[in-house]
């Protein structure tokens, strides 16, 4: 299978609606088919969730590109994402941004994201396993916040992790469909815009879903 071709393919396509040339020109080079599990690779470049075991996604493409422009990052930020999955986004962030830390639940996952994004040369990236508490507080305030699993509500504990003026994107809604908010947090009242409806797994833990139900 010719990747580069499918990878030009999918650029051209998220270009329509995606007008972030940065956004774009990283994942014009970050092969995704390197992210996900041997037997999908044939689909590595179409605009949909893929499954990545343990019974989580890597996000869609679109979905993926309207997230990342939404932080408006610059090159000089520190990015915290929750949700490191197979690690696709992570990279994106690391093209895009001074130093990206990024927190995992599944150690599995963290383990195989660390293999192939250390693999790949990324040096401004750490992941680490997600603890009690959501986010990752020892290396906040972050300039800009990125979740990638759903959560039932805007979590207090992560817009105290943002400065102000950061941005934060996160899917809130129910367990099973959501809607994709942008934050700008404010000494007062946030900003809130939302960016319409996705789908993600659910954001697990205190102040989000609890892991059965
Ligand atoms: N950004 C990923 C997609 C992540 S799927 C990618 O590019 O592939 C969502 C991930 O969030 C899952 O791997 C899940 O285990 C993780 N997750 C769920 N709740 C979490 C929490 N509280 N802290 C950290 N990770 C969490």
Redesign the pocket.
Known sequence: MDFEAARANLIKHLSVEIEDEKVLAAMSHIPREL?IPQDEIHLAYEDRPLP?GFG????QPFIIALMTASLELTGEEKVL??????????AILAELAKVVIT????SA?AVAANEVLSKLGYKNIKIHI?EHM?GWQLEAPYDAIIV??GAPKIPEILVKQLKTGGRMVIPVGSRYDQDLYKIIKQKKENIVYNLGGCR??P???ED?WMEEE
């Not at 989580?56 to 996000?59: A, E, G, L, R, Y």
């Not at 994402?81 to 992570?90: D, K, L, R």
């Open positions: 992210f990545i989580q996604t890597i996000s994402e929750v949700g490191t999955g197979s690690g696709y986004q992570a927190v995992e639940r599944m996952l997600a959501l990638t699993a993600f797994v954001l697990i833990g989000a």
